[in-house]
T-cell receptor, first 114, second 112 residues
Framework: AQSVAQPEDQVNVAEGNPLTVKCTYSVSGNPYLFWYVQYPNRGLQFLLK??????LVKGSYGFEAEFNKSQTSFHLKKPSALVSDSALYFC????????????FGQGTELSVKP | DVKVTQSSRYLVKRTGEKVFLECVQDMDHENMFWYRQDPGLGLRLIYFSYDVKMKEKGDIPEGYSVSREKKERFSLILESASTNQTSMYLC???????????FGPGTRLTVT
């Protein structure tokens, strides 16, 4: 069965330090991979996606993610965290041959302290 | 900018009531989705629709139904609300497979 795992419920980072939010997936076939962010009492906002091509993808607000096929991972990164990055982050995977349905991880709460 | 709106931000209903959650998108997207979000479980797909009058069951369709009579509108119906349907409900739309989904602000439903 297809699945997405975000192994950390919470990540704590000091402002200005680099941040990483981890995501691993288990699917058959070639996945499409997405990262979304959710601020309190808001819907999800799209950050970035990997479909094909360069393994390092850049997205909104200075975020980037690295696709690693051998490790089946798609970790979200940012070189220098901001307090305003504090939010709930979701990784998601979809398969073209299943109509592109998204399967979400359980979410990781990112807390950036001044 | 894509805009997805949901009819209510907060809703309180009694057990056994019929509940309608409405979602409207303004970008002529083909595909629309309904999810529920629960702490520690992420988002789970309830139903989706690839086109007008088409619907497909997601991972947790039990106790729910949907209606898509117009391209821009996708309704989620709780036929007889139960307390275990207390949750955050999120609607989303996208132009097609492989494209990102755009989400509405969510409806926090409480069933008492």
């Amino acid at each position: 069965a297809q699945s997405v795992a975000q192994p950390e419920d919470q990540v704590n980072v000091a402002e200005g330090n680099p941040l990483t939010v981890k995501c691993t997936y288990s699917v058959s076939g070639n996945p499409y991979l997405f990262w979304y962010v959710q601020y309190p009492n808001r819907g999800l906002q799209f950050l970035l996606k990997y479909i094909t091509g360069d393994n390092l993808v850049k997205g909104s607000y200075g975020f980037e993610a690295e696709f690693n096929k051998s490790q089946t991972s798609f970790h979200l990164k940012k070189p220098s965290a901001l307090v305003s990055d504090s939010a709930l982050y979701f990784c998601a995977v979809s398969l073209y041959n299943q109509g592109g349905k998204l399967i979400f991880g359980q979410g990781t709460e990112l807390s950036v302290k001044p | 900018d894509v805009k997805v709106t949901q009819s209510s931000r907060y809703l309180v209903k009694r057990t056994g009531e019929k509940v309608f959650l409405e979602c409207v998108q303004d970008m002529d997207h083909e595909n629309m989705f309904w999810y529920r979000q629960d702490p520690g479980l992420g988002l789970r797909l309830i139903y989706f629709s690839y086109d007008v009058k088409m619907k497909e069951k997601g991972d947790i369709p039990e106790g729910y139904s949907v209606s898509r009579e117009k391209k821009e509108r996708f309704s989620l119906i709780l036929e007889s609300a139960s307390t275990n349907q207390t949750s955050m409900y999120l609607c989303a739309s996208r132009v097609g497979t492989g494209y990102e989904q755009y989400f509405g602000p969510g409806t926090r439903l409480t069933v008492t």
